[in-house]
């Protein structure tokens, strides 16, 4: 080991060890809820995502890839499976011949919707309500924080679709 990095103490470790876990548990409750209800998995609105927070909803596949938050498998299968699945489809840029865009299908839009609702209610009531007013800068600010260390990472707009309020 090491002897110039800095140490990790028990309470350190449990509490990163904590923050994995309350991630798992959300997102796999997360993942649950958009596929019972909108059909979706967690790649898949990702997707949806991306598409629907850019001007015009349509990226090309290039532009998609890097935008995406969680991966699984290449994006062209992925994208490919939504295609069969009719959430998205490819159209060919007006700009540049040789860019093929992806946007999605007013299937996928709709389903993006209702995932959206069941991503905003998980993240309510299982973390949102367990954050008191006190804690939530101060966390906040800790996972700002974490964020930053990853220039790759960029800040994703958050506007969603469905009131945050309701």
Same mark, same amino acid.
């Given at each position: 080991?090491?002897?110039s990095a800095p140490s990790l ?15 798992t548990r959300v997102m796999r ?60 489809? !490819? &159209? +060919?840029?007006?700009?540049? @011949? #040789?860019?093929?865009?992806?946007? =999605?299908?007013?299937?996928? $839009? ?36 974490? !964020? &930053? +260390?990853?220039?790759?990472? @960029? #800040?994703?707009?958050?506007?969603? =679709?469905?009131?945050?309020? $309701?």
């Amino acid at each position: 080991m090491n002897d110039s990095a800095p140490s990790l103490d028990a309470r350190q470790f449990s509490v990163w060890a904590d923050f994995v876990l309350a991630h798992t548990r959300v997102m796999r409750l997360i993942e649950h809820s958009i596929r019972k209800e909108a059909g979706l998995t967690w790649a898949q609105y990702d997707v949806l995502y991306n598409l629907n927070a850019e001007p015009g909803s349509a990226l090309s596949i290039g532009d998609l890839t890097r935008t995406l938050l969680y991966s699984s498998g290449s994006a062209s299968k992925l994208v490919a499976a939504m295609q069969r699945g009719g959430l998205i489809e !490819r &159209e +060919q840029s007006t700009d540049d @011949r #040789r860019v093929i865009l992806v946007r =999605p299908t007013i299937e996928g $839009s709709r389903a993006f919707e209702r995932a959206t609702a069941e991503v905003l209610r998980v993240v309510r009531e299982e973390f949102a309500a367990h954050l008191s007013d006190d804690e939530l800068p101060v966390v906040a600010v800790f996972l700002q924080r974490l !964020r &930053e +260390q990853d220039p790759k990472l @960029r #800040r994703p707009p958050y506007d969603m =679709p469905v009131a945050l309020d $309701s």
